[in-house]
């Protein structure tokens, strides 16, 4: 997950084409979300863009009950601040799914993702091979 959010935060950090960078990772039993918005945006938008993101992926990939958010500026710098957002939806509803829709409908999150897979050992073996 750190390399995931790592790799995210410095892809956004030397984008000058986009406003706002998402990323979701699919973990076990728990979805992340990582934002990163463009530091002169309000910091109420960026908590409702990471909340609608949480959301939408939540209903998404619906074996993971636990949506874990961060949201930060897109720059990398010495000062910054963080947004974070947790959902525990054991279950999933018919109406939340008619909810994400209209909602990813309105703000057009996630409409096209582009799926990649990846994996990281967190703790790697120290083993003699």
């Known amino acids: ?3 995931v959010y ?22 076990e039993g728990t979805t992340y979300c990582f934002v990163f918005a463009v530091g002169g945006e309000t910091r109420n938008m960026r908590v409702r863009m990471l909340e609608a ?13 636990k949506v874990l ?4 500026e ?5 000062e910054c601040s963080y947004d974070f957002c947790f959902l525990d939806i054991p279950v999933w509803t ?15 999150i996630l409409l096209n993702p582009i799926i990649a897979y990846a994996h990281e050992e967190e703790y790697p073996s120290t083993a003699d091979k």
């Open 6 to 27: 790592a790799d995210a935060h410095i892809r956004a950090h030397t984008d000058n084409k986009y406003d706002l960078l998402r990323r979701v990772l699919d973990g």
């Open 94 to 108: 018919e109406q939340n799914q008619i909810d994400i829709e209209k909602l990813q409908k309105e703000t057009r």
């Open 74 to 78: 897109k720059r990398i710098c010495s």
């Open 53 to 65: 993101t949480c959301r939408i992926a939540r209903g998404m990939l619906r074996k993971n009950s």
């Open 69 to 72: 958010g961060i949201a930060t």
């Open 1 to 3: 997950m750190s390399r």
